[in-house]
Protein backbone atom coordinates (compact mmCIF):
# COMPACT_ATOMS: atom_id res chain seq x y z
CA UNK A 1 0.00 0.00 0.00
CA UNK A 2 1.46 3.63 -1.08
CA UNK A 3 0.87 6.25 1.37
CA UNK A 4 1.09 9.92 -0.55
CA UNK A 5 1.00 12.67 1.58
CA UNK A 6 1.18 16.40 0.91
CA UNK A 7 2.27 18.47 4.06
CA UNK A 8 2.09 22.19 3.99
CA UNK A 9 2.48 24.90 6.93
CA UNK A 10 2.80 28.18 6.82
CA UNK A 11 2.85 31.43 9.63
CA UNK A 12 1.52 35.19 9.23
CA UNK A 13 2.04 38.02 11.16
CA UNK A 14 0.02 40.85 9.65
CA UNK A 15 0.30 40.79 5.63
CA UNK A 16 3.59 38.88 6.07
CA UNK A 17 4.55 35.24 5.59
CA UNK A 18 7.32 34.21 7.29
CA UNK A 19 7.25 30.71 6.46
CA UNK A 20 5.94 28.36 3.67
CA UNK A 21 7.19 24.51 3.50
CA UNK A 22 5.82 22.14 1.00
CA UNK A 23 7.07 18.40 0.73
CA UNK A 24 5.53 15.14 -0.63
CA UNK A 25 6.28 12.04 1.23
CA UNK A 26 5.26 8.47 -0.55
CA UNK A 27 5.80 5.91 1.98
CA UNK A 28 5.64 2.14 1.04
CA UNK A 29 3.73 0.05 3.66
CA UNK A 30 3.96 -3.30 4.06
CA UNK A 31 1.91 -6.46 5.16
CA UNK A 32 4.53 -7.01 8.03
CA UNK A 33 3.76 -3.29 9.49
CA UNK A 34 -0.03 -4.62 10.02
CA UNK A 35 2.41 -7.40 12.52
CA UNK A 36 3.67 -4.55 13.91
CA UNK A 37 0.28 -2.57 14.24
CA UNK A 38 -1.47 -6.26 16.43
CA UNK A 39 1.97 -5.87 18.91
CA UNK A 40 1.10 -2.28 19.29
CA UNK A 41 -3.16 -2.96 19.78
CA UNK A 42 -1.33 -5.36 22.60
CA UNK A 43 0.80 -3.07 24.06
CA UNK A 44 -2.44 -1.16 24.86
CA UNK A 45 -4.36 -3.92 26.30
CA UNK A 46 -2.04 -4.88 28.27
CA UNK A 47 -1.88 -1.46 29.46
CA UNK A 48 -5.65 -2.03 30.35
CA UNK A 49 -5.39 -5.24 32.13
CA UNK A 50 -2.48 -4.31 33.96
CA UNK A 51 -4.42 -1.57 35.42
CA UNK A 52 -7.51 -3.87 36.10
CA UNK A 53 -5.88 -6.80 36.96
CA UNK A 54 -3.36 -5.02 39.08
CA UNK A 55 -4.72 -2.30 41.14
CA UNK A 56 -8.02 -3.19 40.14
CA UNK A 57 -8.14 -6.62 41.66
CA UNK A 58 -7.11 -4.95 45.29
CA UNK A 59 -8.98 -2.18 45.23
CA UNK A 60 -12.60 -4.13 45.17
CA UNK A 61 -11.22 -6.13 48.23
CA UNK A 62 -9.91 -3.31 50.12
CA UNK A 63 -11.82 -0.52 49.87
CA UNK A 64 -15.14 -3.22 49.81
CA UNK A 65 -18.43 -1.58 51.41
CA UNK A 66 -17.55 -2.19 55.01
CA UNK A 67 -14.64 0.03 54.86
CA UNK A 68 -15.89 2.88 52.95
CA UNK A 69 -19.05 2.66 55.33
CA UNK A 70 -17.41 2.57 58.99
CA UNK A 71 -14.59 4.80 57.75
CA UNK A 72 -16.13 7.29 55.80
CA UNK A 73 -19.55 6.65 54.91
CA UNK A 74 -20.79 9.30 57.65
CA UNK A 75 -18.61 12.28 56.67
CA UNK A 76 -19.42 11.46 53.21
CA UNK A 77 -23.01 11.28 54.00
CA UNK A 78 -23.06 14.54 55.80
CA UNK A 79 -20.88 16.58 52.95
CA UNK A 80 -22.69 14.79 49.83
CA UNK A 81 -25.47 13.83 50.82
CA UNK A 82 -25.48 10.19 49.77
CA UNK A 83 -24.34 7.01 50.43
CA UNK A 84 -19.95 6.13 50.06
CA UNK A 85 -19.55 4.10 47.07
CA UNK A 86 -17.01 0.65 47.57
CA UNK A 87 -14.01 0.90 45.94
CA UNK A 88 -12.67 4.13 47.28
CA UNK A 89 -12.59 6.02 44.05
CA UNK A 90 -11.54 9.23 43.56
CA UNK A 91 -8.74 7.53 45.89
CA UNK A 92 -5.36 6.64 44.02
CA UNK A 93 -3.81 4.61 46.97
CA UNK A 94 -2.13 7.90 48.96
CA UNK A 95 -5.46 9.84 49.76
CA UNK A 96 -7.98 10.57 52.27
CA UNK A 97 -9.15 6.93 51.87
CA UNK A 98 -6.25 5.56 52.52
CA UNK A 99 -5.49 6.62 55.90
CA UNK A 100 -7.01 3.60 57.81
CA UNK A 101 -5.49 1.34 55.74
CA UNK A 102 -3.10 -0.93 57.23
CA UNK A 103 0.69 -0.52 55.99
CA UNK A 104 0.52 -4.05 54.56
CA UNK A 105 -3.06 -2.83 52.61
CA UNK A 106 -1.46 0.30 51.96
CA UNK A 107 1.54 -1.11 50.93
CA UNK A 108 0.30 -4.11 48.55
CA UNK A 109 -2.06 -2.01 46.62
CA UNK A 110 0.12 1.08 46.26
CA UNK A 111 2.67 -1.56 44.17
CA UNK A 112 -0.41 -2.92 41.81
CA UNK A 113 -1.23 0.66 41.24
CA UNK A 114 2.73 2.09 41.00
CA UNK A 115 3.27 -1.36 38.27
CA UNK A 116 0.52 0.42 36.28
CA UNK A 117 1.04 4.32 36.65
CA UNK A 118 4.56 3.01 34.99
CA UNK A 119 3.45 1.13 32.01
CA UNK A 120 0.87 4.43 31.27
CA UNK A 121 4.07 6.73 32.29
CA UNK A 122 5.82 4.19 29.28
CA UNK A 123 3.17 3.74 26.66
CA UNK A 124 3.14 7.06 25.65
CA UNK A 125 6.83 7.09 24.19
CA UNK A 126 6.97 3.22 23.20
CA UNK A 127 3.82 2.78 20.99
CA UNK A 128 5.14 5.73 18.73
CA UNK A 129 8.82 5.03 18.87
CA UNK A 130 7.77 1.57 17.66
CA UNK A 131 5.45 3.34 14.62
CA UNK A 132 8.30 5.29 13.63
CA UNK A 133 11.08 2.66 13.69
CA UNK A 134 8.63 0.31 11.61
CA UNK A 135 8.52 2.43 8.87
CA UNK A 136 12.00 1.22 7.67
CA UNK A 137 13.12 -1.65 10.12
CA UNK A 138 9.75 -3.61 10.35
CA UNK A 139 10.92 -6.58 11.41
CA UNK A 140 13.09 -5.15 13.45
CA UNK A 141 10.45 -3.23 15.12
CA UNK A 142 8.38 -6.33 15.40
CA UNK A 143 10.78 -8.51 17.35
CA UNK A 144 11.30 -5.25 20.23
CA UNK A 145 7.99 -4.79 20.65
CA UNK A 146 7.27 -8.77 21.24
CA UNK A 147 10.00 -8.42 23.54
CA UNK A 148 8.68 -4.96 25.29
CA UNK A 149 5.32 -6.99 25.98
CA UNK A 150 7.15 -9.89 27.72
CA UNK A 151 9.35 -7.47 29.39
CA UNK A 152 5.94 -5.41 30.49
CA UNK A 153 4.21 -8.97 32.26
CA UNK A 154 7.74 -9.40 33.94
CA UNK A 155 7.64 -6.03 35.07
CA UNK A 156 3.79 -5.78 36.61
CA UNK A 157 3.77 -9.70 37.56
CA UNK A 158 7.58 -8.92 39.30
CA UNK A 159 6.30 -5.72 41.27
CA UNK A 160 2.84 -6.43 42.13
CA UNK A 161 3.29 -10.18 43.59
CA UNK A 162 7.20 -9.50 44.87
CA UNK A 163 7.12 -5.22 45.00
CA UNK A 164 9.69 -2.45 44.27
CA UNK A 165 12.71 -5.28 44.10
CA UNK A 166 10.53 -7.59 42.35
CA UNK A 167 10.71 -5.26 39.02
CA UNK A 168 14.21 -5.02 38.39
CA UNK A 169 14.37 -8.03 35.36
CA UNK A 170 11.30 -6.99 33.31
CA UNK A 171 13.16 -3.27 34.14
CA UNK A 172 16.00 -4.45 32.78
CA UNK A 173 14.40 -5.86 29.59
CA UNK A 174 11.99 -2.78 28.81
CA UNK A 175 14.81 -0.58 29.00
CA UNK A 176 16.80 -2.81 26.71
CA UNK A 177 13.97 -2.64 23.91
CA UNK A 178 13.21 0.86 24.60
CA UNK A 179 16.46 2.57 23.70
CA UNK A 180 17.31 0.58 20.46
CA UNK A 181 13.89 1.81 19.27
CA UNK A 182 14.48 5.17 20.03
CA UNK A 183 17.83 5.16 18.55
CA UNK A 184 16.11 3.33 15.44
CA UNK A 185 13.38 5.95 15.05
CA UNK A 186 16.00 8.92 14.91
CA UNK A 187 17.45 7.04 12.11
CA UNK A 188 13.85 6.11 10.37
CA UNK A 189 12.96 9.13 10.62
CA UNK A 190 16.48 10.88 8.94
CA UNK A 191 16.07 8.33 6.38
CA UNK A 192 12.76 9.32 5.59
CA UNK A 193 13.92 12.81 5.60
CA UNK A 194 16.66 12.23 3.14
CA UNK A 195 14.32 9.95 0.81
CA UNK A 196 16.72 6.92 1.42
CA UNK A 197 15.86 3.17 1.62
CA UNK A 198 17.81 0.34 3.02
Keep these: MCIRDRV?????WGFIRFLKFEMAIELEIT?????????????????LLVGVIGAGGSRGRIYNKQYMESN???IHKKTFGSNIQREGY?????????????YKEWYKFNCGQRAHYQFVEHIGTIIPLLLITGLTFTKLSIILGVLNIVGRVLYSYGYISGGPTGRLRGAGLIFLTTM????LSLVSGGMIYAKKSL
Design 8 to 12: STQST
Design 31 to 47: AEYGILLVVVAILGIEC
Design 72 to 74: FGE
Design 90 to 102: PDMGNGFYSTKLG
Design 180 to 183: PTFV
